[in-house]
């Protein structure tokens, strides 16, 4: 396998690899990543689609990226994706995955007129005073010492970062920054979460700083993505005969070391209550999707609070496949599961969606985001930070494209909130989230929108439904780690075997996107059937100076740098080096970028 840039390699077909005919898949959840490798298989790999196994534990496909109705409790979403116009392996895939509206256009064509038609940009980042104050002002507010740490951070290789959180590498003063407030809400870091990660989100997205503060480096699908994409691609899938098999709670991966060579020989799994085994060949390819960060969600519902007793039980059958298999490990190239699951309570935050089609709060929502929800448009454009809630709670809400699904009613609108405290009270319902129920989460939502308080009970039971979501190991992959605690996606000496999803090591790339899991899943199949033609490079703005000298303009708040406060040693460099430029190509890169006049 490598990689490559281009459309010479984009818009080539690879020849049919040798030997695929006699060769089988087996592949381990249906999540993206999953999904992702089966189109590979079908598509590049030229599979036949009746050798391609998918095997599922639950009856539904789409791993995290669900979003359902209840009958009998309402709408769920676990959460949302935020995707940009650099997810690279993402639009490869879907430009040949038919739409589900529209079956003469792709994915990605809907997607993409959708998106130009519709930008997506936000009026309301964040809000203080019970949302009497919304606005996005674009304004960082980093002081010198956490411009010069996140610069540090930048440059620093990330062996020097394995095992550090970012309270280790950057001062005090940042965590009062407004590049703090959108960067911790938009992509849920915490204080101890893993540097090394930090530091690839600054890198991978450097091209879109100026776009963080009104999400403006944002798109979105039509609808939820189950619906959007999972669907799509589970058709497409089976239209080629790709065979999925729900109930399938795979317990184990038996490998057999022999010399260099590692080769998957048993799939352990229980059926309809029964322990089963399917012995394997080396033509036999074992996909695994190990860990899974929505593992062990725990439900509420109106009057319900979540039951955490699964929780407390411990991790949930992902990590137990996954541990079952580090084990077999001679040096622990298979990664080490438990460096992620084993803290839940750094690892956990908790999502709701209510459902209301009160007028009332329907005209507090056009308050804050200055749109009407109902127009099937934008609203707010990515989450709405509670400012007065970042002692509490911590509560940021979203209201997307509406309808959000098919089934909605064209009067209801959905709205998608989450909280990365949940072990602590709220600013009116005083207990912690995880011990609240549907209603009492609404109640504290209402309260930051503005609705009068005397009204709130009242309107939190009988004019909104809301589902919540407690998810122990949502940001598990955020955890501080040593680069070999996550198995690279094929291990060396591998010949029949590959890890897929969040918990596996591919380089450059972010965790927690849709982007990171459909990688893994191209990368897995292109290296074993060995298919001759490049995979898409992760987007290369860190290595383009005009995109680094952009970012540092909307860094310093728009300011030409001869406006940034200096000592008097660096204004005298300054000079020198503005001096030495002065009339060349790197003048005008600097004064493309704003940072001189």
């Not at 984009?10 to 490798?37: M, R």
């Amino acid at each position: 396998m490598y990689y490559s840039a281009g459309t010479y390699e984009s818009f080539a077909h690879p020849e049919k690899p040798e030997g695929v005919d006699k060769k089988s898949a087996y592949i381990i959840g249906t999540g993206l990543a999953g999904l992702t490798a089966a189109f590979y298989l079908v598509r590049d790999g030229q599979m036949k689609g009746e050798h391609i196994h998918l095997l599922e534990k639950l009856t539904l496909a789409g791993g995290s990226c669900d979003g359902r109705k209840d009958i009998t409790k309402g709408f769920f979403m676990r959460g949302g994706r935020e995707m940009d116009n650099h997810f690279e392996v993402m639009w490869d895939m879907f430009r040949d995955v038919p739409s589900m509206e529209n079956p003469e256009i792709s994915v990605l064509d809907e997607y993409y007129w959708l998106n130009k038609h519709d930008p997506n940009y936000s009026l309301c980042r964040a809000t203080v005073n019970r949302g009497q104050d919304a606005h996005t002002d674009k304004k960082f507010g980093l002081d010198k010492a956490s411009a010069q740490a996140l610069s540090k951070l930048f440059i620093t290789p990330e062996k020097e970062l394995e095992g550090k959180k970012i309270s280790e590498v950057l001062p005090d003063s940042f965590w009062d920054t407004n590049f703090w407030l959108y960067w911790q809400t938009m992509f849920a870091f915490q204080r101890w979460s893993s540097a090394l990660e930090m530091k690839r989100y600054l890198c991978r997205y450097v091209h879109h700083i100026d776009g963080l503060p009104d999400f403006s480096a944002l798109r979105f699908t039509k609808y939820n993505q189950y619906e959007s994409l999972i669907m799509p691609l589970v058709n497409y899938l089976t239209a080629h005969g790709v065979q999925i098999e729900y109930g399938m709670d795979v317990k184990n991966v038996v490998i057999e070391t022999v010399g260099d060579k590692k080769i998957a020989r048993q799939i352990v799994y229980i059926k309809d209550g029964e322990e089963q085994t399917l012995d394997l060949v080396e033509d036999d390819l074992v996909f695994i999707t190990n860990g899974c960060c929505t593992d062990t969600s725990c439900y509420g519902d109106q009057t319900h609070v979540p039951d955490l007793s699964k929780v407390k039980n411990g991790a949930g059958e992902s990590w137990d496949l996954w541990k079952n298999i580090a084990r077999q490990a001679k040096h622990g190239e298979f990664g080490n599961p438990d460096n992620f699951c084993d803290d839940y309570e750094a690892t956990n935050w908790m999502s709701a969606t209510v459902a209301t089609s009160d007028e009332k709060i329907i005209s507090k929502i056009k308050d804050i985001c200055k749109r009407d929800p109902r127009d099937g448009k934008v609203t707010t454009g990515g989450i709405v930070t509670v400012k007065d809630s970042t002692e509490n709670w911590y509560l940021s809400w979203t209201i997307n494209r509406q309808p959000q699904f098919k089934a909605q009613d064209k009067n209801m609108v959905l709205v998608w909130l989450y909280a990365l405290n949940t072990n602590k009270e709220g600013n009116f319902v005083k207990k912690a989230m995880r011990d609240c129920t549907g209603k009492e989460v609404c109640e504290e939502w209402l309260y930051h929108i503005g609705v009068d308080p005397k009204e709130i009970p009242d309107l939190a039971e009988n004019a909104c439904n809301t589902t919540t979501c407690f998810m122990p190991f949502i940001n598990a992959f955020f955890q501080p780690r040593k680069n070999e605690d996550r198995p690279k996606v094929v291990p060396e000496g591998s010949v029949n075997f590959a890890f897929l999803g969040q918990f596996t090591e591919t380089p450059r790339d972010t965790i927690f996107t849709i982007e990171y899991s459909m990688r893994t899943g191209m990368e897995s199949v292109y290296t074993l059937l060995d298919i001759d033609r490049g995979v898409p490079e992760v987007w290369g703005s860190k290595y383009d100076v005009r995109e680094l000298l952009r970012a540092c303009y909307y860094a310093i708040d728009k300011k030409p740098i001869t406006d940034v406060k200096l000592s008097f040693a660096e204004k005298e460099a300054l000079k020198v080096l503005l001096k030495k430029v002065k009339g060349t190509d790197v003048e005008i890169l600097l004064k493309n970028s704003g940072l001189i006049e």
